[in-house]
């Protein structure tokens, strides 16, 4: 049994590096664990029940982090699915919640939240050693290196604050392929973060950009994958445009070719005085086949496919993506 548990945990692994300890009490760990950083460790999801066969065993994780950190170490749970968010008594108390959705960005409001954060505990007086934030998701990979990239941003000075130089140290140091990092939208925010450092002060402004979308534009991708419908999310507000209908949700699809869609949402109230986040899942049927996530503060006019998650993996011409025709409360 021990031998099958040790297999399917590798298998669930995939490429990324995992530790084998001989020394810790109790015996031999073998954990989808890993300290890329002095002061960050990142690991998948500390399991209990049937998951812990397949996934990290959480008495393993407790004993190894207690024999290596002893009290000095915090562990910051990413998930927001209901079934991966334990209990707070968890890791003797040691465990703090900056939950978001798998394969999505995290709120950019929470970035700086979660650096300021991590930064207070290793830099607090009060440890008997040098202490260590402990960061996981589900697979410790997405959105677990999401945060951790902004951290090494500001915590580790050969980064030298630029987010393409966090992304590749995290991709070498979670994963035998350099591959730690791959959502556009996850990646996108790492970047918006090195912005708010160099711009805002490293917290984003109290006022930010309010936009209204009078129209946006797909071209291109509709030649390697059918889209029937745009889901929009914004502040807690859903929108969904039917691309099959002329006429839908008072906007007007018009496809001028094959493949190239204009929808016009001018009419729209959803799509007026949208701020902060914004996420689009551009879906066939009731599958997502891509999403974009973008935030009004460093909205841009147009975003090449290979910026979309999902449609990002396809081969299309440099000229497919999705525009935006929009005016903002910075141009007034």
Not at 194 to 221: K, S
């Amino acid at each position: 049994m021990g031998l099958c548990c040790i297999a399917a945990r590798r298998a669930v692994s995939l490429k990324k590096r995992r530790i084998k300890y001989k020394d810790a009490p109790g015996g031999t760990v073998d954990l989808d664990l890993v300290q890329i950083h002095r002061r960050i460790v990142c690991m998948g999801f500390p399991a209990l029940g049937i998951e812990s066969f397949y996934r990290n065993r959480y008495k393993d994780v407790l004993r190894y982090l207690d024999h290596m950190y002893g009290t000095d170490y915090m562990v910051y749970n990413l998930c927001a699915e209901p079934k991966y968010r334990y209990d707070l008594t968890f890791f003797h108390g040691r465990v703090r919640e900056f939950p978001f959705p798998d394969h999505w960005a995290c709120p950019l409001i929470m970035i700086p939240r979660f650096v300021e954060d991590a930064v207070r505990y290793i830099t607090s007086a009060d440890h008997a050693q040098e202490a260590v934030v402990v960061v996981h998701c589900k697979a410790g990979k997405g959105r677990t290196g999401l945060l951790t990239c902004c951290l090494l941003m500001e915590i580790e000075p050969s980064i030298g604050g630029l987010a393409k130089n966090a992304i590749s140290y995290y991709g070498i140091q979670r994963t035998f392929d350099g591959r730690g990092l791959t959502l556009p939208s996850q990646l996108r925010y790492v970047k918006y973060y090195e912005r708010l450092r160099n711009e805002y002060g490293g917290e984003v402004p109290a006022e930010v950009p309010v936009v209204d979308i009078h129209q946006f534009h797909i071209r291109g991708i509709q030649a390697k994958v059918t889209i029937t419908s745009c889901k929009w999310y914004a502040f807690e507000r859903v929108c969904v445009i039917s691309l099959n209908s002329s006429r839908c949700c008072n906007a007007q699809v018009i496809k001028s070719s094959p493949h190239f869609t204009t929808v016009n949402v001018a009419n729209n109230d959803f799509f007026k005085k949208l701020s902060q986040d914004i996420r689009v899942e551009f879906l066939n049927g009731c599958s997502i086949v891509g999403v974009l996530t973008f935030h009004t503060l460093f909205i841009e006019r147009e975003y090449i496919y290979s910026g979309i998650d999902k449609i990002c993996v396809l081969k299309l011409p440099e000229s497919a993506g999705i525009s935006f025709d929009f005016t903002s409360s910075l141009e007034k």
